[in-house]
């Protein structure tokens, strides 16, 4: 077995299918209801969490803008409005939720600013320092190569251009950490369940979180990917963090 811990990890182990597929599938089964479950499960923080993330990116004010994963487009949107870039685009596997993200980008009136597009994170179909930033917002545990993944978005980004990664982590308390393995391994799977009829998705998220190299030995595998200036700072107890670095 080759790579990280977290690239194995898989929706359903018997599938017989590679990660790719089943994450594929399982984020086209729960498209609909995606945004509503984040909402729900963070209790709204999700937001603060990604505007804060994209305040980093303001000082350079990039011009092209590439959000890998991107969903339903959460961020891309939040990005097109904080920001005001030239053009974003947005990549992910799954049509359903892209399917979704057109829809909210239509009705905010953002169509010609935001692209949205059937991609891979490691096989970007863009050439060589193409982006002034790239993002990912709690998509880059679903990496089925992680280092093929931040490698591949090294190489479309130009020089001194930033990668910034909003993702799930570890709370840094004993007692909250408990707390958090019980609501990730019960609640989601159960509220998961309730509205989208897949808890097996609220499974792999907890499952793919506890895996995950998260703070210092992420900022290592960034740096061994190429890039410098990596930086983590950790939100709302250790439960999500922002990583960047700079190409």
């Not at 130009?158 to 910034?164: A, H, N, W």
Request: glycine share 8%; proline share 4%; with cysteine.
């Amino acid at each position: 077995m080759t790579g990280f811990a977290h690239d194995h990890i898989v929706p359903d182990p018997n599938a017989g299918r590679d990660k790719k597929a089943q994450v594929a599938g399982m984020f086209d089964d729960i498209a609909r209801r995606y945004d509503f479950m984040n909402r729900f499960l963070s209790a709204g923080i999700d937001i603060g969490w990604r505007k804060k993330a994209l305040r980093k990116l303001s000082a350079s004010a990039p011009r092209e803008l590439l959000d890998v994963a991107t969903g339903t487009a959460e961020l891309a949107i939040l990005a097109a409005r904080m920001l005001k870039p030239q053009q974003i685009l947005g990549i992910d596997i799954s049509e359903g939720m892209l399917e979704v993200g057109r829809k909210k980008i239509a009705a905010a009136g953002l169509s010609p600013i935001i692209q949205l597009r059937t991609g891979d994170s490691e096989r970007i179909e863009a050439e060589d320092t193409s982006f002034d930033a790239v993002t990912v917002s709690f998509g880059v545990r679903n990496f089925a190569d992680l280092t093929r993944g931040l490698t591949e978005i090294h190489r479309v980004l130009r020089p001194d251009g930033t990668i910034l990664i909003l993702e799930f982590s570890k709370p840094t308390t004993w007692g909250l950490r408990h707390l958090y393995r019980w609501y990730m391994n019960v609640l989601a799977p159960f509220f998961g369940g309730l509205f989208t009829r897949n808890p097996a998705a609220y499974r792999y998220l907890h499952a793919s979180v506890q895996h995950f190299p998260e703070g210092n030995a992420f900022l290592e595998v960034l740096q061994s990917a190429g890039f410098r200036q990596m930086t983590c700072e950790k939100l709302s107890f250790g439960i999500c963090s922002i990583y960047s670095a700079i190409k």
